[in-house]
């Protein structure tokens, strides 16, 4: 399976500012998908990260809030915007290779975001 | 929306089988069945997925009902290092594009006793 190297692990903000947090994979991989994690909660998909053009968003998140860049098949970012306090959470990357075989799905370790 | 449903939370005893129920009963035919565990503070752990038949790695078995509407999963020894959040996922197609997604549900809290 891919590994995945997700940068900052942790980080402490300011509110008002921004962060990026960058998702470098060991191998090329078709699918890069990026998912918060608020304290207590299961994992919500943010959106899913698409080579070479603007990322789909789920329901609920937006481009301006959450901008998302692929430049090649082993890199993404992800920019948490004008942030506040509730945009605390663990914020993780996901991988994979897709196919109708069913591949399995790798997940960084995360990172953990405190917004103050 | 999470096409899955599991219980909150179930306690299983060291050394014994630990057995973890999920609904999917709106799943479609040619979409998978996954599970991943998250242990605390780290990121979700495969375990294992499934189709229509049934299968079985190092780590689990994953039995799939005959109308695929439910699946269980099996730890045949389960140790204190499986205590976890156990997530049962549908993995949403995405067209015809032989991609999909992962959505998340609240998993199952497994919490294995000596």
């Known amino acids: 399976s891919a590994v995945i190297s997700q940068k900052p692990s942790r980080d402490i903000c300011q509110r008002g500012t921004s962060l990026t947090i960058q998702c470098q994979v060991d191998?090329?991989?078709?699918?890069m998908f990026w998912y918060r994690q608020q304290p207590g909660q299961s994992l919500t998909l943010i959106a899913t990260?698409?080579?070479?053009?603007?990322?789909?968003?789920e329901s609920g998140f937006v481009i301006d809030k959450f901008p998302i860049s692929r430049p090649n098949l082993t890199f993404s970012t992800l920019t948490v915007s004008n942030m506040s306090p509730e945009d605390s959470s663990i914020y993780l990357c996901?991988?994979?290779?897709?196919?109708?075989?069913?591949?399995?799905?790798?997940f960084g370790s995360g990172t953990r975001l405190t917004v103050v | 929306d999470a096409k899955t449903t599991q219980p909150t939370s179930m306690d299983c005893a060291e050394g014994r089988a630990a057995n973890l129920p999920c609904n999917h009963s709106t799943i479609s035919g040619n979409e998978y069945v996954y599970w991943y565990r998250q242990i605390h503070s780290q990121g979700p752990q495969y375990i294992i997925h499934?189709?229509?038949n049934n299968e079985t790695n190092e780590m689990a078995s994953l039995i799939i009902t005959e109308d695929r509407k439910s699946s269980t999963l099996i730890l045949p020894h389960a140790t204190l290092r499986d205590t976890a959040v156990y997530y049962c996922i549908v993995r949403v197609e995405d067209g015809s594009s032989n991609t999909g997604k992962l959505i998340f549900g609240q998993g199952t809290t497994l919490q294995v006793k000596p």
């Open positions: 191998s090329q991989v078709t699918m």
């Open positions: 996901s991988v994979g290779r897709g196919g109708r075989s069913g591949y399995g799905y790798t």
């Open positions: 499934g189709l229509k």
């Open positions: 990260a698409n080579q070479g053009s603007e990322a789909t968003y």
